[in-house]
């Protein structure tokens, strides 16, 4: 027999091992003892209570301490570099285009090798991918600080976005593998959310005080954590199922067609601002992306082992949650753009002032995100994602207000707004995407939920940038520099919209399949009895 255990909370004490050996897990099945006057029934109903608040185990949290961690790095590594640029630029004489190249290296990476990062998770190992994407970031990040050229440094972006781009995926699906659907998951998404979301958000206020001491120390200060997350994932997540020779299971041809679809499709988003929206070099780009996506879906029907089993996009839910990912992470990626740009370039602030005002979103998304989880458990996702989104809304709607002087009460609205609002949603939609899903699809699914969040940022943040740009004339005045970024920000006002508005869809839905399951319990035993 087990360790016996005994929960102060619920007065129950119960037997058998903590952690299941397949699953890592608390075990549902155990035994559970009981005082006289508790019975059996009334001890199995407060173990499966949802709202029972019970603690991880030591293993469980040294787990989730290591996947969080990754996830934080991903988040920081991707926005670190933001308020740096213009001292970039000017150490290594880099115009505007080279300097946008920077960003939007990492976005190629990332958005582009999602999807292939998401399978080689589940056929390679998904250890074996954590770990492996986790010395190829610290290896491009030794690269960046070192480098004297714009060209090193934009490659260097761009292979920490393909190892941000295995890195996601992998740790998403250990987490969703090694904690049972549900409350107990839930709970570990909601810290989990948080720290993604909170690093992308904590990596402006990081950066602006790095790069008071050199933008070099942006890269570098990966290095080190970097290196302590290895040795701790190595110690802690269990070893893979995957054998020697499993690479023959991927489905290359698929992987090659897709990955090409999405770097052309966002290369061409990036590049349409300035070449142009109808010019021969961005159609012919949409165009060749739409061939490369037409023949990947051929490839899919028709090989043994397909990359993505095309037959999981048939779950509406899932559909929903990469719509939803895509519209928040556009939104949340273009304000912050505006916001930083507006910031420097009109009210003159210093990259250390820029990054500390990303403070309040940032603590604000740390507090919410974790509790998300948990109450979803008690009132359902659908309504914390209606509230998430009409934050995120409001957020860009208080932006409007903002004028050529500062004005603190509508820069710090705005951020708590967004910081709120990307709290909420973003667990939520993980939830919502992985609920269901087989466990050898785990991460297929959380790739695709990536993707989806990446596209939609290079999206919106590239319509964002042409309004923005459209409506800003050579050589503005202050005020018609602020007329052009209010004019941008009602681009990511309108994505927030369409959020809200698919929010709402799946709250009515839920309440519609909930009144029918009701009536049916009414109406099957009246049936039955006559």
């Keep these: 027999m087990g360790p016996r255990h005994h929960d102060a909370e619920t007065g129950v004490t119960r037997s058998g091992p903590t952690i299941a050996p397949a699953a890592g897990i608390d075990d549902p099945t155990a035994s559970v003892q009981t005082n006289g006057s508790q019975t059996r029934a009334d001890a199995l109903k407060t173990q499966n209570d949802p709202s029972r608040h019970s603690l991880w185990t030591r293993a469980e949290k040294l787990l989730l301490a290591v996947l969080v961690g990754a996830v934080f790095l991903d988040g920081l590594d991707l926005s670190l570099v933001q308020v740096a640029l213009p001292s970039i630029g000017r150490d290594l004489h880099l115009h505007e285009a080279q300097l946008q190249w920077i960003v939007s290296a990492f976005v190629l990476g990332y958005g582009g090798f999602l999807l292939f990062g998401g399978r080689c998770a589940d056929v390679l190992g998904r250890k074996r991918m954590l770990v492996w994407s986790l010395v190829a970031l610290i290896a491009a990040s030794v690269l960046g600080t070192i480098a004297s050229d714009g060209a090193l440094l934009i ?36 810290v989990y959310a948080a720290g993604a979301a909170s690093g992308f958000t904590f990596g402006l206020v990081a950066g602006g005080l790095l790069t008071e001491l050199s933008w070099r120390y942006t890269f570098a200060v990966v290095v080190p954590v970097g290196l302590v997350l290895l040795i701790a994932a190595t110690g802690t997540i269990r070893a893979d199922d995957g054998t020697r020779g499993s690479w023959r299971r991927l489905d290359f041809g698929g992987a090659l067609t897709v990955t090409g679809a999405f770097l052309v499709f966002v290369w061409a988003l990036v590049e349409a601002p300035t070449a142009g929206w109808a010019s021969t070099r961005t159609l012919t780009a949409f165009v060749v992306s739409a061939v490369l996506l037409a023949l990947f879906v051929s490839i899919e029907n028709t090989v043994e082992r397909p990359l993505v089993r095309l037959r999981i996009l048939r779950s509406a839910t899932l559909l929903e949650a990469n719509a939803g990912a895509l519209l928040l992470f556009g939104c949340a990626t273009a304000v912050n753009f505006v916001t930083t740009l507006y910031l420097q370039d009109v009210l003159g602030w210093a990259p250390l002032q820029t990054g500390l005002i990303f403070m309040a979103s940032s603590v604000t998304t740390a507090f919410v995100g974790p509790r998300a989880g948990v109450l979803a458990t008690r009132i359902g996702t659908a309504p914390i994602l209606l509230a998430g989104a009409v934050c995120v809304a409001a957020s860009s709607v208080v932006f409007l207000h903002i004028g050529v002087t500062s004005n603190d009460a509508v820069i710090i609205a705005s951020r708590v707004l967004n910081g709120l609002g990307f709290g909420l949603a973003y667990p939520i939609l993980n939830i919502r995407a992985l609920a269901g899903v087989r466990d050898d699809e785990q991460g297929l699914a959380s790739g695709l939920l990536g993707t989806s969040f990446q596209i939609g940022g290079a999206i919106v943040l590239a319509i964002t940038t042409a309004v923005t740009v459209a409506h800003t004339p050579a050589h503005a005045t202050a005020i018609q520099t602020v007329h052009g970024f209010q004019t941008g920000v009602h681009v990511t006002a309108v994505t927030a919209g369409l959020l809200v508005l698919l929010a709402l869809a799946g709250l009515l839905g839920e309440r519609r399949r909930a009144a029918t399951r009701r009536r049916d319990l009414v109406v099957a035993p009246a049936e039955h009895a006559s």
């Design 155 to 190: 490659f260097a972006r761009f292979v920490k976005g393909v190892s941000a781009a295995l890195t996601a995926p992998a740790a998403l699906s250990i987490l969703t593998t090694s904690f049972r659907e549900g409350h107990h998951r839930n709970k570990a998404l909601g």
